[in-house]
């Protein structure tokens, strides 16, 4: 019986090693549309780590994509979002345009946008989402111009990137 007991022990362990790791990770998608002059944001955030985040930034509990969420949510996402994930165009910090969100399963997904854009001649983005939280953090970020594709991967110790056209 003791055999058995051990045998059960020694295949669980790595077993349950694998379900704790977690991974940190965000998907920025940034799209220059030339014919609307804009670029055109997608941001993709784990919603568990961004909640985290939020409720010990605010001292809340948000409750996000639950029916008991807080009524003014956007204002929440809006002044985190506006603290860490900047851009400048053509050497000028610029001003997105929150558009909306929406919850797709466990992704929290930001639809922003900057307009007035008559040429794209560089892009600067800086993008340290939940990195105070998780050290382990990675944020993508993929720039399309025309035909042109660019991913950069951001970390605790670079959260900024640069790119001329």
Known sequence: MQLKNIIIILVAIPLFSFAVHKYYVS?????????????QIT??????DLEFTLNKN????????????????????????????????NGKSMEYKYIGKEYDGEIARFYLEITDIKELKSIEVT???LIEDFADQ??????????????FYFTKSNFKSLLKF
């Open 43 to 48: 941001l993709g955030v784990t919603l568990e």
């Open 58 to 89: 605010s001292g809340k509990r948000l409750n996000l994509a639950s029916k008991t969420e807080i009524e003014n949510i956007d204002s929440y996402y809006k002044k985190y979002l506006n603290e860490h994930l900047l851009f400048s165009v």
């Open 138 to 151: 990675k944020n993508i970020v993929k720039i399309k111009v025309k035909d042109f594709n660019k991913t």
């Open 27 to 39: 998907l920025c998608e940034i799209e220059y549309i030339e014919t609307q002059q804009s670029l």
């Open 127 to 129: 993008s340290n989402i």
